[in-house]
């Protein structure tokens, strides 16, 4: 029965981590196509657009997160509101960071650094938000 219960246990982490990577792929797409609307179209700044296309994707993300992915933590929902909104601008920043060198310091294109730094900063996401956001 334990061997049972260990097994069940290591599915639902790993269907948990998929449900993760589908919203992640959603919310990442989203955000490269607000990005890329912002600086081919509108013409904004390459940190500008980031900024913009990254925080509508990290809203849509925390509501699908909610729902889907993982179940609500020890906090009210405006707590955890909060503390996702934290972690997320943290995540943000580390974001614009790396698009900015990797710009600026390896003359990569925009929207490669943008990329890039999608995939970088999702493991931190992820880690932080089943940690300390949501239950486990």
């Given amino acids: 029965m334990r061997y049972f219960l260990l097994e069940l246990h290591k599915q639902k982490k790993l269907f948990q981590v998929i449900k993760f990577g589908v919203v992640g ?3 990442a797409a989203i955000d490269m196509f607000l990005f890329i609307l912002l600086f081919d179209y509108l013409h904004l700044n390459y940190l500008l657009a980031n900024f913009g296309s ?11 997160s909610k729902k889907w992915v993982f179940r609500s933590g020890k906090y009210s929902n405006q707590v955890e509101l909060v503390v996702f909104v934290g972690f997320s601008l943290i995540g943000l920043l580390l974001n614009q ?7 600026e310091y390896s003359m990569a294109d925009p929207k490669l650094g943008k990329l ?3 995939v970088l900063v999702a493991i931190f996401n992820f880690i932080t938000k089943k940690a300390f956001v949501f239950k486990g």
Avoid: E, K, R
């Fill in 116 to 118: 890039l730094a999608i």
């Fill in 54 to 64: 990254t925080c509508l994707a990290i809203l849509i993300n925390y509501f699908i």
């Fill in 25 to 27: 792929a959603l919310c």
């Fill in 97 to 103: 960071g790396l698009v900015w060198v990797f710009v």
